[in-house]
């Protein structure tokens, strides 16, 4: 038996500000359970969509029931592949996300779409999926609703994580704007002074009377 979990949620940015921070979002103050990310493979297809593969390694505290699943010695963290299509003609961003150790003790197959929000204008809609799984013989339902209930949790971080990295991406665009305006601004004064200045050295044809 496999748990499933499913949500949607809007997000108050558009879409190609959510790609771009979907990229920017580690590390960030919700997400210190999550220690590496690795970039193993990316390709640009003829219909112009952006795949990805990425490895990351997170690190999870284990409740003190669960200890006893673990061989004394074995890792506590987990590897999880990702993998990603960007769809730019779409407007579409497709994640899928499986752990590649400690599978018997529980795997978890996430799947995200990104897109743009019908309902709300300049928005973007996250629908997520998750199916829980556990190969522990008697105890794979208590372990599945744990892992659940974890999975929730990390995705209110991961909301937050996002969220920060929007924020930042976001400010850093403002602030960028703002140098870009003040250099404008400061060439065209440059511009309109030295025009002044050469507008007063130009001599001037006397005036004729007949």
């Known amino acids: 038996m496999v748990k499933y979990f499913c949500s949607k949620t809007d997000i108050s940015s558009t879409w190609d500000h959510v790609v771009s921070a979907f990229w920017q979002r580690y590390p960030n103050p919700f997400s210190t359970h999550v220690l590496t990310e690795d970039v193993v493979y990316r390709e640009v297809t003829a219909d112009h969509k952006l795949l990805s593969r990425r490895l990351l390694m997170k690190t999870n505290r284990l409740p003190r029931w669960a200890e006893r699943f673990f061989p004394a010695g ?11 299509i960007v769809d730019p003609v779409n407007r579409s961003l497709t ?12 795997s978890v197959e996430e799947r995200c779409v990104f897109q743009d929000s019908v309902e709300q204008p300049a928005a973007t809609l996250l629908k997520r999926e998750a199916w829980i799984s556990s190969g522990i013989y008697g105890f794979s339902r208590p372990i599945q609703e744990f892992g659940l209930a974890r999975f929730k949790s990390n995705q209110v971080k991961a909301m937050k994580g ?4 929007l924020s930042n991406l976001q400010g850093e665009t403002t602030q960028r704007l703002l140098r870009d305006t003040r250099k404008d601004a400061s060439e065209k004064a440059k511009e309109t002074a030295k025009n002044r200045a050469s507008a007063a050295t130009v001599p001037q044809k006397p005036q004729q009377y007949v």
């Open 74 to 84: 074995m890792s506590r963290s987990v590897y999880i592949v990702e993998d990603s």
């Open 95 to 106: 994640t899928y996300t499986w752990n590649l150790n400690h599978t018997t003790l529980m």
């Open 162 to 165: 996002l969220e920060y990295a």
